[in-house]
Every structure is written in C-alpha cells, then in structure tokens.
C-alpha cells in the first residue's frame, strides 16, 4: 500500500526521506519518488521499481533541501509509471503532494480545474489534490484557509502530506494513517512510525478530519473547519525499531522462525482484557468474528474451538463481504476483528457497520496504536513485533494463540492449554529445513497444489494455500477433505500435487481415505501428520500434541514449504508481486 513520509528540520531531507521509504518496503509498492524544497523551489525525483533501484537511477537522495515528502505508490488510479508515480507537482510547480487512498470525486474536481486552466500530467486520482490545493492557495493566498477549502472539497478516503514553495508542510488525514514524529533535529510526517522510528520514539497520533501545518516555527494541528486542537506527544514502543532481517536471508524465514517465541507472548499481560472479552462473549445474543485473508482463517478456526470446546455459536464473517449483507447486527451483538495491521480498510468497514448497529468491538490486533484499536472497546496485542513480510506468518499464529486462550476462558480451562509444549514442538519442526527444501524443489515446476483438511484442520488448509499461492504464485486451493467427491477429484491426475493434513485425532481416518482415493488418480501426496503411512509420496513429520493444539503446529512446516518454493522460483517472498502488507484502501 502506499506509503507517505515527509521531514522538516536541520538535516538534509532526501537521505531521510529514502531510509525511511525503505523501512516501509514491506507495506508493498510499485514506484517510488521524492520532492525536497529548497532554494525557493521544488524538485522532483522519481521512478518506477524498488527503492533502492530508483534510488540508484535517479539518485533520489541526493536532492538537496531540508525540507522534502517521499512516497511509494501502490497503484490504484492509472499504470505503473514515472508519470504516475508521486509526488505529484500541481500544474504551476509551487507545490507538490504525495497521497494515500482514494479520492472518489477526482473526476468532477479534475474536469473543473482543466476548465479553470490547471493542467494534469498523470492518470492518478491524487494530482487532483495537488491542483485543487493549488487552486484554493491561488484564492486565498494563505496555506491553513487553502487546507480547510481542500479537504472540504475532497471526497474519499486519504492521507495527503503537501510541501509548498515557502518550505511548509501541510498534512491532512481522513480514514488513512498519518503519524506525526517529534525528533530533536526537526518533525517527521509518515504513514507508519517504521518511516522515522530510528529518529525519535515520541509520536503525536494525528485523529481523523485533522490537518497540520509544519514550518520552520513550530507545528499546528486543526480540525477540517480550522479549529486548532491539542494533542499530547507519546512514545512508541522502541521494539518496532527492531525491524531488520538480522542473519536471515529474507524476513519471511525471519518471522516464520520467530513462532517458537512469539506464541508465547501472544496476549501477554492482557488477563483483564481476556476476562472482559470472557464476559462479553458469554452474554452476547450474537457474537460475530472477523476479519480478511489469514485473519479471516484464524476466525474460521475460531469457529471450530467455540463450538467444539465452549459449545458457543459464533459466525465467522469475511470482512469485505459484511456490507453486503446487513442486518447482522444490533445491540446485543459482540463482534470480534481479528488483524495484523489493524488498518485494513474492508476491516475497518465491517466494524464500522456493526458500530454503527450498536454492537460491541473487540479487536485482535497486532499493532496497538492502529486505527482498529481506537474504534474498539478491547482489544488485545499479538506482541509478536513488527510482521515486514507480506505474507503473515507469525501473525496467524499469534491470532490463533490468543483465540485458544478465548475458548479456554469460556469453557473454565477444559482445553488444557500447554503453549510451553506448543513453542517446543514448533522448534523442533524448525530445527530441520532440509527435507522440506529438498520437496521444495520439485514444487517448482507445478503449477497446481491442492491442500486437504477436516473439520478445525479445513481452516489451516485454506491458510496453507493462501500461503502457497501469495509467494510461489502456483495455483493453490483448500478443501475440506468430504468435498473431494463432490467435484475436485475430477481434477486429480499425476500432474497434481496434494497436501493433507492429516495429525493423528478423530479426522485420521477419513482423511486418510481421501487420500487413498487421490492417490488412485495418479496425484503425489504430501502428509502432514505425526503418524506415517506408505499412501504419502513424501511425509513431513509433525510432533505429537493434544488434539486441540494442532492447528498451531501444522501451518508451521508449510509456511517453510511455501517460502523455499519461492527461493526455487527465484521470486521474492517478502514482497510477493501485486500485493500490499496493509490494505488500507478497499
Ligand atoms: C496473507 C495476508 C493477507 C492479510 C489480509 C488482512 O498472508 O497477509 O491476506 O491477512 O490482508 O490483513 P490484516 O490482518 O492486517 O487486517
């Protein structure tokens, strides 16, 4: 998704703005570009391909100015291109932007000021902000009154930073991210605390419908009318620094090797939070969870440990779906919001539906200052740091983590939770790659992979293949194993690779029958289980465990299948073609 930074301060602006786009890589991006002022004017940089690439090319950081915006585009209104790319000039060059979101009425505000002689040189939906901030600067001649007239005319979903030719900035969010930091050596404006964490910790959290204008005297906030209005400066955790691959060759196998840990700080020190959700659950009329993509699988889990061990009816909801079908919600509902980021937009949405039916939010949520947490009345922390890979990982089973601990509370401990045993069998699938490399290896080259899963393991399997299919790119679909018969066996041949789930509980059996029955249609099976059997063409042993818990530990050796098939094909697992970490536009 894109990404914003702007600096103003004593230091050179564009060294600044390229680390900080750089630390925001995982965000996911196509194009890059930077503007700096200085000298009365603004320059523009920019092109398309890697941050490192351009900045090879173009020589981004070598701008000079101590004033600049950067960005990285993850293209939504026109290709991928120079000239599409940000920061967007307006059309008489005295000021430029870089956008988040989506503006919905850039159409009617673009053909209104080609009427008024503003020329538009790109495809994209931002450089209407750029000529309309113009516009209202040219009218008013003064930058706060040009902000308030801007943002009243905007329609849509953004977060602009602008940097006009007097070497202000002036910042406005609405429903997208925009974090203000608060270094010695001058102010940082950023979609992401990643963008200047390693210049300062302390953060003013900009809210929604606020703007702010930062010059070389200070820094004002207002709201959308020009209200000024205070905010208190806070420190974010020093942890997030902390995003940096280490020995690792990519922060996919990072993250994937961090789960031995990570599961057990998952909810850490939230027992008053995971008490109230035990309440609030236990007396809802109708409890709802949610969620997009891994998160909407982890709900799906959920679903199975609700029922099967708190005997608790909960309706998994995917999230972009939820406005499509309303009447879910009203006063007595409790709607759970299981997300990474806690910024997805289709996420935001749902609970914002609910909210506004009366329900109740609970969130699930890794990054604790995000726009989720402050929409819900709970929420509690994945603590397993910052997740840079695109594909989550770590997340999923944090997310899981925290909803066994959910289950367990409701059912007054039946599960026997033992996440001491679960962090070790997950190190000991860990402690050796080499098997799955070498099946690695001969995935390369198919380009269809079925996984098979019963009952809670269904889930995983749909996990697994989201996970196959984001990094390697082969076609990669879940089933659960009874449908087998009911369609897809028709689709089993020797081309085809199947993965089953299969640990040793009350699914073994069935699902060993499906497998029998692909392995007579010529397919090669690959088993996940703690028990081996000949009808497997190759076995990935998985430890023994009780039976509630082996959804943690199965995902774990297919995550590593899918990142060494990614090596294979030489693609990038951290940033898997076409796809953003945070989805923040819908
Ligand atoms: C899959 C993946 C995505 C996210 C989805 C929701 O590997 O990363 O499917 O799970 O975009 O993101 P969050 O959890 O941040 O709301």
Request: proline share 3%.
């Amino acid at each position: 998704m894109c990404s914003i930074i702007g600096y103003l301060g004593a230091n050179q602006a564009a060294p600044i703005l390229v680390r900080g786009l750089k630390r925001m890589e995982y965000r996911g991006y196509d194009s890059v570009g930077v503007a700096t002022f200085s000298e009365n004017q603004i320059s523009v940089r920019k092109g398309v391909g890697k941050v490192a690439e351009v900045n090879s090319a173009a020589q981004l950081d070598a701008l000079s100015g101590t004033v600049g915006i950067g960005h990285t585009r993850w293209a939504t209104h026109g290709v991928v291109t120079e000239s599409n790319a940000h920061p967007h000039p307006s059309s008489s060059g005295e000021l430029a932007i870089v956008h988040n979101g989506i503006i919905d009425n850039y159409a009617d505000l673009k053909k209104d000021l080609q009427q008024k002689g503003y020329v538009f040189k790109s495809e994209t939906d931002s450089e209407a902000i750029a000529n309309l901030l113009q516009y209202n600067f040219d009218q008013t001649k003064e930058i706060k009154k040009s902000m308030v007239s801007t943002v009243d005319q905007l329609k849509g979903n953004y977060a602009f930073v602008a940097v006009f030719e007097d070497g202000t900035l002036a910042a406005a969010r609405l429903h997208e991210p925009l974090i203000i930091g608060v270094g010695k050596g001058g102010y940082f404006i950023s979609s992401d605390v990643l963008g200047f964490i390693e210049h300062t910790d302390e953060v003013i959290y900009q809210d929604n419908r606020e703007f702010v204008i930062i010059n070389s005297t200070g820094i004002q906030i207002f709201d959308f009318e020009g209200n000024p209005v205070q905010h208190q400066i806070t420190k974010v955790s020093k942890e997030l620094a902390d995003a940096y691959k280490g020995d690792y060759a990519h922060f996919t196998l990072k993250e994937i090797s961090e789960q031995p840990i990570t599961i057990l700080k998952a909810g850490d020190n939230t027992k008053l939070e995971l008490d109230l959700i035990t309440e609030f659950v236990k007396h809802a009329k109708n409890l709802y969870i949610t969620g997009s993509g891994t998160s909407y699988n982890a709900a799906l889990v959920a679903k199975h440990l609700f029922s099967k061990y708190a005997k608790i009816k909960i309706e998994p909801l995917i999230s972009s779906e939820v406005q499509y079908s309303p009447n879910y919600f009203d006063h007595q509902s409790i709607l759970i919001a299981v997300s990474q980021s806690g910024e997805s937009a289709d996420v935001l949405e749902a609970v914002d539906i609910a909210k506004k039916d009366g329900a109740k939010i609970v969130s699930i949520v890794n990054i604790m200052t995000s726009s989720l947490v402050q929409r819900s009345s709970i929420s509690v922390g994945l603590n397993c740091g910052p997740e840079i890979g695109v594909a989550a990982t770590k997340s999923f089973t944090s997310q899981l983590a925290i909803l066994y601990k959910i289950a367990d509370k409701l059912c007054g401990g039946c599960m026997g939770l033992d996440f001491n045993k679960v962090s070790e069998s997950i190190y000991k699938i860990l402690s050796d790659h080499s098997k799955i490399q070498s099946i690695a290896k001969k995935l390369k080259d198919i380009s269809d992979i079925y996984v098979l899963g019963r009952g809670i393991h269904f889930p995983v399997a749909l996990e697994a293949s989201l996970k196959l299919k984001e990094i390697t790119y082969i076609h990669a679909e879940g089933l659960p194993g009874g449908e087998l018969k009911h369609g897809p066996l028709a689709l089993m041949d020797s081309n085809v690779y199947v993965i089953i789930i299969n640990p040793n509980d009350s699914t073994y059996t069935d699902t060993l029958a499906s497998a029998h029955e692909i392995k007579a249609r010529g397919a090669k099976i690959l088993g996940i289980s703690d028990r081996p059997n000949e009808v497997y063409d190759y076995w990935i042993e998985i430890p023994t465990i009780s039976e509630a818990l082996f959804p943690l530990i199965e995902i774990i050796p297919i995550q590593l299948l899918a990142y060494y098939s990614a090596i294979e094909k030489d693609t990038d697992p951290d940033y898997p073609r076409n796809l953003a970490k945070s989805v923040t536009v819908k």
